[in-house]
């Protein structure tokens, strides 16, 4: 059975960092395309960062350009999310997603609260 296990939120301050794992259970991540998203109280869900495990091209959203980083070990197993000056307006929840490209299935974890407040 394909799970995403995440972890590592929390409560943080205004330029702090945490990061943030997505484990893959039952499986690999080596033909996955995988991606954080976050949603914030009132506010539609989000995508914040992606990464191709196959090439290794990542990608961001221009709000968190230079603060965040997304990778993955190298056994292809926990995808991570590297969050460095974070600012409240980071607070949501953080979802990881994962796409097989393969298989053309789409598997969601079940969010990782990160609160950044003073």
């Known amino acids: 059975q394909v799970q995403l296990v995440e972890s590592g939120g929390g409560l943080v301050q205004p330029g702090g960092s945490l990061r943030l794992s997505c484990a893959a259970a039952g499986f690999r991540f080596s033909s996955y395309f995988v991606g954080w998203y976050r949603q914030a109280p009132g506010k539609e869900r989000e995508l914040v960062a992606t990464i191709t495990v196959t090439s290794g091209t990542t990608d961001y959203d221009q709000s968190v350009k230079g603060r965040f980083t997304i990778s993955i070990d190298n056994a292809e197993k926990t995808v991570y999310l590297q969050m460095n000056s974070l600012k409240p307006e980071d607070t949501a929840v953080y979802y990881c997603?994962?796409?097989?490209?393969?298989?053309?299935?789409?598997?969601w974890g079940q969010g990782t609260q990160v609160t950044v407040s003073s």
């Open positions: 997603n994962a796409v097989d490209l393969v298989l053309a299935a789409n598997y």
